[in-house]
């Protein structure tokens, strides 16, 4: 909550994508989240319902950077809060993000 006040990891009112850099090399991980009733993340952002987790090491900042860009993206995509809201499951909020239409980054 600290760091949220110093530098908000908020895109929009429902939208949110915390990040950490840790020690190491060669290491990335990513997890998405949903909650329906929403996530208090500060005053100006009280109902945060897509979270992207991102950690990685700073070797593979670029590769974070892409990451970045495809989440941007797959969130402009049209439909994409109602088709998120509504996923059914696990596998359908996974095949939200996976199989979307995206330019895809060399």
């Not at 991102?54 to 969130?75: C, H």
Request: one cysteine or more.
């Amino acid at each position: 909550m600290g760091r949220e006040t110093q530098y908000s990891t908020v895109l929009s009112q429902t939208l949110a994508v915390p990040h950490i850099v840790i020690e190491g090399q060669g290491k990335f991980e990513m997890v998405i989240a949903r909650c329906r009733p929403g996530i208090r993340f500060s005053d100006k952002a009280p109902s945060i319902v897509t979270v992207f987790v991102l950690v990685g090491t700073r070797d593979l900042r670029n590769f974070y950077l892409r990451v970045l860009a495809a989440i941007a993206y797959i969130v402009q995509t049209p439909n994409f809060d109602k088709e998120w809201i509504n996923a059914k499951n696990e596998q359908a909020l996974k095949d939200i993000v996976l199989l979307s239409t995206r330019k895809r980054m060399q």
